[in-house]
T-cell receptor, first 111, second 114 residues
């Protein structure tokens, strides 16, 4: 069962513009959400997280928004840079071990 | 410490053979996880250890799969009688015990079963 969904397999944006990656989840018991970035031939790298008690977390160019009523979170990258081109995975945690990942969105930032 | 290390990076094997992968976590991390990732999908949880104890196994982990972490440091994942459907990237991750400490992933072992 796909409890975490990233419905856009790919996204292309121009350098300097905002990138918005979206993620939807179905299980209201998830209490922590994370975004990972993955380059080819490397494992996923932790990017930013948000607790279910918050609706926004910001770290430099990266901001994650959580809308619990809609069971939706998004990652905003502004300004986007060519080095941000990667696959981005949304993940949700239920307890310590039960981390569910979305299928990923491939972001391409064009110079 | 340079992060989570996985060996080998690539493994090609014939159907029916046994394979074993190794993971060396970040040294101060108590938790160690195994995930599997197939093309176009996100990582899927297989199992996790806290120190040497295997605390949870996914139903994805069939009887042909076994994981160990004998001394609470490195871990091995063995697949017996490999099948073509086992072809995937096997990712290891580690984390600290406290709270929602993020997982730190290795670069994975890509298994191809011919």
């Amino acid at each position: 069962d796909q409890q975490v969904k990233q419905n856009s397999p790919s996204l292309s944006v121009q350098e300097g513009r905002i990138s918005i990656l979206n993620c939807d989840y179905t299980n209201s018991m998830f209490d922590y959400f994370l975004w990972y970035k993955k380059y080819p031939a490397e494992g996923p790298t932790f990017l930013i997280s948000i607790s279910s008690i918050k609706d926004k977390n910001e770290d430099g160019r990266f901001t994650v928004f959580l809308n619990k009523s809609a069971k939706h979170l998004s990652l905003h990258i502004v300004p986007s840079q060519p080095g941000d081109s990667a696959v981005y995975f949304c993940a949700a945690i239920l307890g310590f071990s039960d981390m569910r990942f979305g299928a990923g969105t491939r972001l391409t930032v064009k110079p | 410490d340079t992060g989570v290390s996985q060996n080998p990076r690539h493994k090609i094997t014939k159907r029916g053979q046994n394979v074993t992968f190794r993971c060396d976590p970040i040294s101060e991390h108590n938790r160690l996880y195994w995930y599997r990732q197939t093309l176009g999908q996100g990582p899927e949880f297989l199992t996790y250890f806290q120190n040497e104890a295997q605390l949870e196994k996914s139903r994805l982990l069939s009887d042909r799969f076994s994981a160990e972490r004998p001394k609470g440091s490195f871990s091995t994942l063995e697949i017996q009688r490999t099948e073509q459907g086992d072809s995937a990237m096997y990712l290891c991750a580690s984390s600290l015990v406290q709270g929602n400490s993020p997982l730190h992933f290795g670069n994975g072992t890509r298994l191809t079963v011919t």
